[in-house]
């Protein structure tokens, strides 16, 4: 890198005229700390010129890049076999998981089943116990309190029997869901690829 301030000074003009230099500027001797200051100020503009000139060589082929850059839709054409062929692999690789995840479900299911019938036949007993108990006619402190005991129950109960219906319900939708995202991803493997 050359420096412009240790360059050579430019010949004298030729023509007269313009400012007189002041005679007594002629033997001053520049300061050490601004001929520092004006030799960093070169680096500095030479740096930023260096710069720009990579910038400028890094960008004047953008146009160009851009246009080989850009995307571009490709179809790839199969024949109907290796569809099919694909299709039957998937479906042998997911039909195992799937038929377990059912069975999983019907087990779950049956259990609820029966644990709904059970708590049912509780809160029936329950009703029972507590209309013959409303009709016999109350006079111990003692049976009033079994009595307020069994109602609780009985609303525990029936709480519980809402809740087994509702997972219930929701164990009976998640083999529907499983089998139609199983559809799903068989459509979507049918489907052309894009790159």
Known sequence: MSRLSTLPRPRESLFTGGLDPYRGDV????????RECVL???DCCEEAHEAQQLLRNGTF??????????NQRVFLLIDEGTV????ADLADEI????????????????ALNRREGLIQSKVEAAQAMQSRVATAPTSNRREERRLQLLAKQRRRLEDEVKILESEILALVCTP????TRVEQSLKQHTKPKRT
């Not at 033997?27 to 601004?34: H, W, Y």
């Not at 082929?61 to 850009?70: A, H, N, Q």
């Not at 039909?95 to 049956?110: F, S, Y």
């Open 84 to 87: 099919h062929r694909y299709k």
């Open 40 to 42: 960093a100020m070169e």
């Open 61 to 70: 082929d953008l146009p160009r890049m851009r246009k080989v850059l850009e």
């Open 27 to 34: 033997n001053v001797v520049c300061p050490p700390n601004l």
């Open 95 to 110: 039909e195992p998981q799937i038929n377990e995840l059912i069975d999983r479900a019907e087990k779950g299911l049956n």
């Open 176 to 179: 529907f869901q499983a089998i």
